[in-house]
């Protein structure tokens, strides 16, 4: 017997579940240049310094755009 669905909970895509990669994905993508920027910083000097910095400052740079957006929402 299958269960009933409404037509809304059918189209609406929160509610259909997403595989491990589609949730982790930009989480690891985040976390790997932020290793990056890591690694710039221990070995490198001059432009690798700026590069680290670039790449480490993107978490920050992400949490003030999310966290403007929702603000705006309300």
């Given at each position: 017997m299958r269960p009933i669905v409404s037509k809304a909970d059918a189209t609406d895509p929160?509610?259909?579940s997403r595989s491990g990669w589609d949730v982790f994905r930009v989480p690891?993508?985040?976390g790997l240049v932020c290793?990056?920027?890591?690694g710039l910083a221990l070995v490198g000097d001059g432009i690798w310094d700026d590069l680290s910095w670039l790449a480490?400052?993107?978490?920050?740079?992400l949490?003030?755009?999310?966290?403007h957006r929702a603000g705006r929402r309300r």
């Open positions: 929160a509610r259909h690891l993508l985040v290793a990056v920027g890591l480490l400052s993107l978490p920050v740079a949490a003030a755009f999310h966290w």
